[in-house]
């Protein structure tokens, strides 16, 4: 292969990224998912890295950035996992980067996150799941021998079924003082967005906070789930005696698989928040009860959730609940040094 055949082009139209964006991941682009994806590439001003070779497509990567010194990317992907056009397209991500005077880059990260999900994964399951990307090993590879290094690694457990049980028979937590709730359809969920904002940025260490600029993304996410999901895969806790809330989750449903009447009947944890000073009181019990509930008079029977794989408390805790380590996704980053 000539590297004289290859050549980068700069991608700024929406509407004509999201011709090509299909290439770039194994989850399938069905058309009603569209007008989300859409919403993240304008609101985040992304652009694309068409790779082409004698002039034909031949790979892309999608570039972004949240008004700080990152430079995100995503939907990373050659034509035949080719090393040298990788290589390559890496090498134009690098010089993107400097051209934008960015200290980082940082990804994959595949916008709307919660549909395309973000990382390289390392290891795991092959099915296609919602918020799961699934890549060769050689992606991987070639940005670390790139001098990238593993800024997050997040593991992913499985559940079939989900628990379904009653977290008011759980003798060891009293929640008397404690209401959970889901808001009723997207309009009363707007009223309630600043504070599912709040709770999540003052309660989540910064290694799950990974989708950026999600004040401004909220909102499409939230359409997402209440076009193709139910109003309780959104959850809030509040505690009766200050009237405040203090726990807030979402999950998503999985559009990528149906049951045999044609409805979705799995989901994926996608957030979860509790109020430091709550915590030890059960709040996330109570939370993840009353909404497996929920999910499993909707026929919504199996799940997915992320995990730190340092976190052995909760990783105890979802293996003693069923939950078998399915996934393990990683993010890259690399800090640009000035020629």
Not at 135 to 147: D, E, G, H, T, V
Not at 152 to 158: A, D, I, L, V
Not at 291 to 309: E, F, M, V, Y
Not at 311 to 335: A, D, F, M, W
Request: glycine letters at 6%; aromatic letters at 12%; a positive charge.
């Amino acid at each position: 292969m000539e590297l004289d055949n290859l050549e980068p082009r700069i991608l700024k139209d929406p509407n004509q990224i999201l011709n090509y964006l299909q290439y770039g991941t194994n989850l399938p682009i069905i058309s009603k998912l569209k007008k989300y994806i859409l919403e993240d590439l304008i609101s985040l001003k992304a652009e694309l890295i068409l790779l082409l070779e004698d002039g034909n497509p031949s790979g892309i990567t999608l570039v972004y950035s949240d008004k700080d010194k990152t430079l995100y990317f995503g939907y990373f992907k050659v034509l035949n996992d080719n090393e040298i056009k990788i290589d390559f397209l890496i090498e134009e991500l690098i010089n993107y980067a400097k051209r934008g005077d960015f200290k980082f880059i940082e990804g994959p990260i595949n916008i709307p996150t919660i549909i395309f999900g973000w990382g390289f994964q390392e290891s795991g399951k092959d099915s296609i799941f919602i918020g799961k990307p699934i890549n060769s090993p050689i992606y991987q590879q070639r940005f670390l021998k790139k001098k990238f290094t593993i800024k997050n690694r997040q593991e992913s457990y499985f559940f079939s079924p989900i628990p379904n049980f009653d977290p008011l028979k759980i003798k060891k937590y009293n929640y008397r003082d404690y209401k959970y709730f889901n808001p009723k359809n997207f309009e009363d969920f707007l009223n309630l967005k600043d504070e599912f904002l709040k709770i999540q940025a003052k309660n989540l260490p910064k290694s799950s906070q990974i989708t950026p600029n999600s004040e401004k993304l909220v909102e499409n996410y939230a359409k997402f789930i209440f076009e193709f999901g139910f109003n309780f895969m959104i959850q809030f806790v509040k505690h009766k005696p200050s009237q405040k809330i203090i726990a807030c989750g979402a999950a998503i449903p999985n559009v990528f698989r149906k049951n045999l009447n044609g409805k979705i009947d799995s989901c994926a944890i996608f957030t979860a928040a509790i109020n430091k000073k709550h915590r030890g009181m059960g709040i996330g019990t109570f939370m993840f009860g009353k909404t497996s509930q929920l999910l499993h008079k909707n026929n919504i029977r199996d799940g997915s959730a992320p995990i730190d794989p340092n976190n052995l408390v909760i990783k105890n805790l979802l293996e003693n609940l069923g939950g078998r380590k399915s996934r393990t996704h990683i993010i890259l980053e690399k800090k640009i040094k000035k020629d």
